[in-house]
């Protein structure tokens, strides 16, 4: 599976698992029902949107990369990048929407932060094989007086 298709599936199962541990766990904290289905809807529309904006870029930039594949450190290093953005527009909508303060929203965020570095890390490589990779990642043949790095 490649191209767009790709992309509306990854992120669709992404987030429909998130929104499901998101609410959750605001529940789990003490908020009500429905501010942590509101939190985690808004979360995963924002988080979609920066889905979509983050995979392109870091496939954009993997297929300019002379070493094919998906390494561990390529893995950490997606996910990590992914996070960090998120942690710019989570925070301020977390501090407004749960009326918290900044900081609250922050180790909020950090907590969840945590969690899905590693949820991420580990949908991506079940999706990888349960989809295979994409085109960006897949080691090109070599052709006749072309040599193999």
Known sequence: ????KRKVVYVS????????LTTTVFYLLGYSMTDAGVASVVASVIAVLWNLVWN?????????????????????????????????????????WLQVSWW?????????????????????????????LPASAMPQPVTQGQSAR
């Not at 599976?1 to 767009?4: A, S, T, V």
């Not at 290093?77 to 301020?92: D, M």
């Open 104 to 132: 609250e929203a922050l180790v909020l965020d950090a907590g969840l932060i945590v969690f899905f570095l590693v949820y991420t890390f580990v949908f991506s490589w079940v999706f990888d094989r349960v989809f295979g």
């Open 13 to 20: 199962f992404y987030e429909a698992i998130a929104i499901a």
């Open 56 to 96: 392109t870029g870091f496939e954009f930039w993997e297929s300019r990369q002379i070493r094919k594949g998906r390494s561990i450190a390529r893995r950490i290093a997606h996910a990590i990048g992914f996070e960090g953005g998120l942690v710019v527009f989570l925070v301020p909508f977390f501090a407004w």
């Open 1 to 4: 599976m490649q191209g767009i």
